[in-house]
Each structure stands twice: as structure tokens, then as C-alpha cells.
């Protein structure tokens, strides 16, 4: 496995910099041109000493803030039936998911995922169902070496009153992330925060939407509407 040695980057930043306050002190109380060019060059090695840090920090922190790590617990005012029915077609995501652009289910357990990055490229990746219990649990993960790493569960429970209780777990951290997707995440709101509103609003979503099909019977047709059609 190649690693990369921080040692080198490190002692050339300290020979920059000490470099820079020798040109410093020569630079003090001179005059002229001479002062001026040493003073010049001090500037120059110290942005060159201090950028590769500084660039290192955004780039950790533009990532940190595209990660996801939610837990959360929703209660949506919809049987489990209907709320397992809508979560188990993947391409339902979409709807209730702003962030999500599209999602391609091929119904038998893979499907393809796409978002768009902080600055306008779209990330694709291929995921599997990893647990499918109906009205129960459903979990899915992205497969290796994917562009992002990404894995979810939700587990669904009924309530009292007869709602669903969702007990959801995502995770999602893209593989690269560049100086300029770091930029935009910072100046953008947290991706996990626009998760959790976007949970909110499901619930709103979900009690528009039709009742799901009854289970069909030998002899009989399903006249239902699906609520994941």
C-alpha cells in the first residue's frame, strides 16, 4: 500500500518559514530597495509556507460538512403498510429527498443512485439491499468502490394511533471531495440538516398520497392504487 510521507511537506513549510524571518530581520530598519525586495520575498515564503496547510484544513473541513451521520426517529401519520409500500421502491426517494436527483430501482435488490455535488457534477453510484423484512426493515448499501459511501436502514413500527414509527439511520461520506466542492459545501447548508427537514416534510407528503394496494387474492384484481406508483 503507497502512503503518502507528511514528514517532507513539513520540514520544507519550517525552512520556508525560517527563511522568511531571516529576510524579515535583515528587511528591518533598511530602506530602499533592498528592504523592500527582502521584505517582498519574506511575504512570498510565508503564503508559500502556510497555503498547503490552509488548503489541507478546508479541503477536511468541505468534507466534514458533506458527510451525513443521521439518526433519527419519525413518526408519520400513515399505516406501516403504506409507509413500508412508498420506502421500499427506491425511486420514491426522490420526491421527499431534495438532494437526492434520482434514484434507478431494479426491483431485485440493486439499484443506482444519483446526486448532484456542491459544484453541479452528478455522482452516480450502484447500491444492494442488505435487509428486507416487509413492514419491518429495509437496508441498502453502496457497493465497493463506489464514488460514495453510502449505507441506510430503516426500521418501521406501528403507533397507537395507528401511524408508523421509523427509526432511520443514514450514512453517506463521498469518496473525493476537491478544493471547489469544499468551498461551495462550506458557504452551503450542512447536507444532514437539509436531511432532517427534508423527514419533516415527508410526513406531510405521505398523508396526500393514496392508500397502498391490498394484498391481492387468488381470483380477485388488485383495483388499488399503489402508494409508490
Known amino acids: 500500500m503507497t502512503s503518502i510521507d507528511r514528514r517532507q511537506p513539513a520540514v520544507a513549510q519550517i525552512?520556508?518559514?525560517?527563511?522568511?524571518?531571516?529576510?524579515?530581520?535583515?528587511?528591518a530598519g533598511r530602506r530602499g530597495r533592498g528592504g523592500?525586495?527582502?521584505?517582498?520575498?519574506?511575504a512570498g515564503l510565508l503564503v508559500?509556507?502556510?497555503?498547503?496547510?490552509l488548503t489541507l484544513r478546508l479541503l477536511q473541513a468541505g468534507a466534514a460538512r458533506r458527510r451525513i451521520h443521521l439518526r433519527k426517529t419519525v413518526q408519520v401519520d400513515r399505516p406501516v403498510r403504506d409507509v413500508f409500500a412508498f420506502c421500499r421502491d427506491f425511486e420514491n426517494f426522490p420526491r421527499v429527498i431534495h438532494s437526492l436527483h434520482r434514484v434507478i430501482d431494479y426491483q431485485d435488490g440493486r439499484s443506482r443512485w444519483e446526486v448532484m455535488s456542491p459544484r453541479g457534477e452528478l455522482l452516480t453510484w450502484d447500491a444492494e439491499v442488505t435487509k428486507y423484512v416487509p413492514n419491518?426493515?429495509?437496508?441498502?448499501?453502496?457497493?465497493?468502490?463506489?464514488?460514495?459511501?453510502?449505507?441506510?436502514?430503516?426500521?418501521?413500527?406501528?403507533?397507537?394511533?395507528?401511524?408508523t414509527r421509523l427509526q432511520i439511520q443514514i450514512d453517506y461520506d463521498p469518496c473525493v471531495t476537491?478544493?471547489?466542492?469544499?468551498?461551495?459545501?462550506?458557504?452551503?447548508?450542512?447536507?444532514?440538516?437539509?436531511?432532517?427537514?427534508d423527514l419533516v416534510r415527508a410526513n406531510f407528503y405521505l398523508q396526500a398520497q393514496p392508500?397502498?394496494?391490498?394484498?391481492?387474492?387468488?381470483?380477485?384484481?388488485?383495483?388499488?392504487?399503489?402508494?409508490?406508483a
Open 36 to 42: 523592500s525586495a527582502a521584505r517582498t520575498a519574506a
Open 178 to 197: 476537491d478544493l471547489s466542492d469544499a468551498v461551495r459545501a462550506l458557504v452551503e447548508a450542512p447536507r444532514e440538516e437539509q436531511l432532517e427537514a
Open 15 to 27: 525552512a520556508e518559514a525560517l527563511l522568511a524571518g531571516s529576510l524579515l530581520s535583515f528587511a
Open 211 to 228: 392508500p397502498a394496494a391490498e394484498p391481492q387474492r387468488d381470483g380477485e384484481s388488485d383495483d388499488g392504487a399503489s402508494l409508490s
Open 48 to 53: 508559500a509556507a502556510f497555503i498547503p496547510a
Open 136 to 163: 419491518v426493515v429495509l437496508a441498502w448499501r453502496s457497493l465497493p468502490g463506489s464514488a460514495v459511501d453510502c449505507n441506510g436502514l430503516i426500521r418501521f413500527a406501528p403507533t397507537p394511533t395507528g401511524g
